[in-house]
Each structure stands twice: as structure tokens, then as C-alpha cells.
């Protein structure tokens, strides 16, 4: 190719400092044109621009990336992934790109996203979410995957800094409803209420009560995993994508024996006999123990969420408890009432992956804890006073 032919197509352009660049464009394919800039001279662009025309014309552009878009590279990424995680994480993952992620960069090549795209998709985040940092995270999987390929050479998302904390962030944490528990007194009342509104549903908050169970690990239980005083939890119901819901195992793939009290008891089977009663079956042991009556399955996840609210609502409680706030009360409950309970102790029947996990949720003030401090300090202070009178003797 002539050079004449080439200088024509390096262009000059002037930075803010006022130096020179040179800069060239050159087509890829009918559709698709590529830029390059930077350059110091024209001989620097010229031999740019033919080393560059040279792998377009023996086809060889794609090697080194091309116009390889970030949506494709998420598919690729998307497909490997899948075999690692639950259908119902998948499903998380695949809602979060599709929200937070793909529309910032999804119809963009991935040679053409720089640090200051990335910069204000990362703004828009931590403007707007309060788990900024998780979207950071995936968002950059990606670019790594395309680092892997060679499709990149440089990762834009190496360069952004993440800010560890927010207003938005703080702002959620200042409206976080720590109170998301019952007093002892109040899930008196609901349970109370509950036995008189409907026994199954009685019966069904009574065991989310005394177990601590998470609701999804509730919904999916069978006759046949209640044994004597002892009660199998190993399955949980998640939704997914547009299957529905589906049955899959516990959040951390365990399966807890959590003995239950001889009330509780007593009340699961009084509503067994119930049960059996409203509909008969020659399989009950294989039945639900919660079951939808029109649909002989299980109910979704909205639904005892229903039901706690109006209870709620019956009773005239003056705070906001979730249907996970029953978990709270368990683990705050055992915790105040019990002194030789420890935070091993309740990690392994609430079924955290870690010991921290439960010392973090837990560790928090209940309003018996001013109490057990007063107690405390009374103790020290009559050690103290004993001390200073065998001195006096």
C-alpha cells in the first residue's frame, strides 16, 4: 500500500495541553469501524494502521478480540457459571445483570469500554444501590473473562476505586429496622391470636417460632421429616426464573436435626389429626405438613408473609417484624433466657455457614441486655467489696 495512500488517513488532534496526537479510523467489517489515537508521530500511526489492516484482511482481527460484544462474552461467562451455583443463585445472578449491569454495557464492544464508561455505570450504583459492591463484583467478572480471552489486554475496572462507604449506604443502614424481633410478650400475643384466627396457621408460626426456620426451609417439610421429638430440615423452596417455584436443597447443602419441644409438639400433631380430617389421604406421612388445599402443593413464599401481617395488624403491633424476624426472636430469645447457650450452640441450629455469621446478627441489644449488665456490674462490684474488706480484716 502507497504511503501517501496511508498518511491520508492519519489524522492530527491537539490534546488540552496542547500537544499533538495522531489518531487513524479503519473499517473491520461492512457495519463496524475502529478507532486508534495516541500516537506520537505519523510513521508511529502509519505502521499502527498497517499491522492493523494486515490481520483485518487475513482475517485474523478476532484473535486479539475484535468486535466481540460485552452481552456475548456475558453469555459465554454465563453458561460455565451456571454448573457452579443453585438454580435459585443462577437466577439471582441472571435478574442482577439485567437490572444493574447489561444496561450500562451490554450492546457495547468490549474494546470500546473505557475507564470513564466504567465510571459512570460504577456512579450510577453507588448513587442509587446499596449493595453497590456486588454489582461492582460481577460487572468485573466479566472484564476478567474477557482479560482471560485475550479480548482485552487492559482491565478498565482495575482503575475505578470503590468507595467503602456511601450516604445512600448509610442512610439504609440509619433506616435498618433493628427492632425486627419479638419480645417474649409479644410472640405471646401473636401465637395467641394466630390459635384463635386459624390453627394451621397457628401451628405453622408456632414451629417457625420454636425452630428458627427460615421460611423457604418451612414451606417444603413433610410429615415423614418429623421423627418422634426431632425434625429433618434439609430441603428449601426457591423460585426460579420463570419455572416457578422448585424444591432444592438448604441454603448452605446441610441437612440440621433440630429437636423440638414436647408443646410444639403436641401441636403439630393436633393439627396432623386436623389435617387428615379436612383432607384424607392414605399417604399423609409423605404429605406436606403445610400444604395449599386447592392445589395439594406447596404454598409460595407471599403467602405467610399474608398471614403474619394481618396478624400483626390484629394485635396492634407497634413495630414492623418480618416473617425472618421470628428467626431473630429465636436466636435473641434462647440468647437472653439462656446463659449457658453459646453462639456455637445457636449457629449449629439456626444452620449458619459460619460462626461469625451468628455472632454478627446477634450481637446486638435486646431489652433484656441493660438487665444482664446491671446484673454484671452488681457482681463485680460485690466481688470488689468483699476483696476490700479481707484487706481490712
Not at 508521530?41 to 489492516?53: F, G, H, K, Q, S
Not at 447457650?341 to 441486655?369: C, V
Request: net charge positive; with cysteine; aromatic share 10%.
Amino acid at each position: 500500500m502507497p504511503k501517501k495512500r496511508v498518511s491520508k488517513t492519519i489524522k492530527p488532534y491537539v490534546l488540552k495541553n496542547g500537544q499533538t496526537r495522531y489518531k487513524f479510523a479503519i473499517r473491520v467489517d461492512d457495519t463496524h469501524t475502529t478507532t486508534r489515537r495516541g500516537f506520537y508521530t505519523v510513521e508511529e500511526a502509519e505502521i499502527a494502521y498497517i499491522n492493523l489492516r494486515k490481520k483485518i484482511l487475513d482475517d485474523d482481527y478476532n484473535e486479539h478480540g475484535g468486535y466481540v460484544k460485552f452481552n456475548q462474552i456475558y453469555k459465554d461467562w454465563l453458561k460455565s457459571y451456571k454448573n457452579t451455583v443453585k438454580e435459585s443463585t443462577f437466577y439471582k445472578t441472571k435478574s442482577l445483570f439485567k437490572c444493574n449491569v447489561l444496561p450500562h454495557f451490554g450492546d457495547k464492544y468490549i474494546k470500546d469500554i473505557d475507564v470513564n464508561t466504567c465510571q459512570k455505570a460504577l456512579n450510577k450504583w453507588v448513587s442509587n444501590l446499596v449493595h453497590y459492591k456486588e454489582v461492582f463484583n460481577y460487572a468485573n467478572l466479566i472484564f476478567k473473562e474477557a482479560l482471560r480471552r485475550d479480548y482485552i489486554s487492559i482491565n478498565p475496572m482495575d482503575k475505578l476505586d470503590v468507595p467503602k462507604k456511601t450516604k445512600h449506604k448509610e442512610k439504609a443502614k440509619k433506616n435498618y429496622n433493628h427492632r425486627n424481633f419479638y419480645t417474649i410478650e409479644e410472640q405471646e400475643k401473636f401465637l395467641n391470636h394466630a390459635k384463635n384466627y386459624n390453627f394451621e396457621k397457628y401451628a405453622f408460626f408456632r414451629l417457625l417460632a420454636f425452630t428458627g426456620l427460615r421460611r423457604e426451609e418451612m414451606l417444603p417439610l413433610k410429615w415423614n421429616d418429623l421423627k418422634n421429638d426431632m425434625l429433618r430440615v434439609n430441603k428449601a423452596l426457591v423460585r426460579i426464573d420463570r419455572q416457578g417455584y422448585k424444591i432444592q436443597s438448604t441454603k448452605n447443602d446441610e441437612i440440621r436435626n433440630l429437636i423440638i419441644d414436647p408443646r410444639t409438639i403436641d401441636i403439630l400433631n393436633e393439627w396432623k389429626k386436623q389435617q387428615q380430617n379436612e383432607s384424607p389421604s392414605d399417604e399423609q406421612e409423605n404429605q406436606l405438613i403445610f400444604m395449599n388445599p386447592k392445589t395439594k402443593s406447596n404454598f409460595s413464599l407471599e403467602v405467610p408473609r399474608r398471614w403474619q401481617q394481618k396478624i400483626n395488624d390484629d394485635i396492634q403491633l407497634d413495630h414492623n417484624v418480618t416473617l425472618h424476624g421470628f428467626r431473630h426472636t429465636h436466636g435473641t430469645l434462647l440468647l437472653d433466657n439462656n446463659s449457658d447457650l453459646t453462639f456455637k450452640d445457636l449457629q449449629k441450629r439456626l444452620g449458619h455457614k459460619n460462626l461469625q455469621t451468628t455472632i454478627n446478627t446477634y450481637l446486638h441489644a435486646t431489652n433484656k441486655s441493660d438487665d444482664k449488665m446491671m446484673e454484671a456490674l452488681k457482681k463485680v462490684d460485690d466481688i470488689s467489696n468483699s476483696s476490700n474488706k479481707s484487706k481490712k480484716e
